[in-house]
């Protein structure tokens, strides 16, 4: 049997408890967008029965919900999440190299214009990688308040209709009310 190397586990454990973020962020704003009120939904929960990260970040960019650049975004940061998932030999952003140079070719054409002097490559597509979290976490966090809001004012639009609707009960209800208290 040959030699297991270290597999960086800090590493591998920040990249994907930050898809993982992604992926919840995502079940969320789907379940806002299509009202779905139950703790733990069959096709947006946890279960194995629900959608895949995949189905469900295609689903968002096929509502249009997701521009075609934060579809990509999501889409490598899901290949890199599965790099340091299930490949032994992905023990840093740099070693990406040696497995899929498209990923940090990717990476690098988002290279934010401020990097600290002294950063080395590694701590840069690490930077960029949690840059492009940042982009594509808050796009979602977005999508899902939109639709939240917009549910509270749609509740409140048909409060009122019932209001309006039932006022002449209401008012009659009150008038009884006080007649009975005095």
């Known amino acids: 049997m040959g030699k ?15 898809v993982l973020r992604l992926e919840q962020t995502s079940s969320e704003a789907l379940k806002a967008m299509f009202r779905v009120f139950k703790d733990d939904p069959k096709t947006l929960g946890n279960k194995s029965s629900a959608l895949s990260f995949k189905s469900k970040i295609d689903l968002l960019y096929d509502l249009e919900e997701l521009t075609k650049e934060e579809y990509n975004h999501l889409l490598k940061i899901m290949e890199i999440r599965n790099q340091f998932a299930h490949n032994a030999n992905a023990t840093s ?90």
């Open 4 to 18: 297991w190397n270290p597999l960086n586990m800090k590493l591998r454990c920040w990249v994907i408890s930050q």
């Open 93 to 182: 952003f740099s070693e990406l190299d040696n497995i899929n140079p498209s990923i940090n070719k990717y990476l690098k054409k988002y290279t934010p214009k401020e990097i600290p002097k002294g950063t080395n490559d590694e701590q840069v597509l690490q930077l960029i990688f949690a840059d492009l979290f940042k982009k594509t976490v808050g796009k979602l966090l977005v999508i899902e308040l939109e639709y939240r809001n917009g549910i509270v004012k749609e509740m409140g639009q048909v409060l009122n209709d019932s209001i309006v609707k039932n006022l002449d009960k209401i008012w009659k209800k009150a008038y009884e009310m006080k007649k009975d208290n005095e």
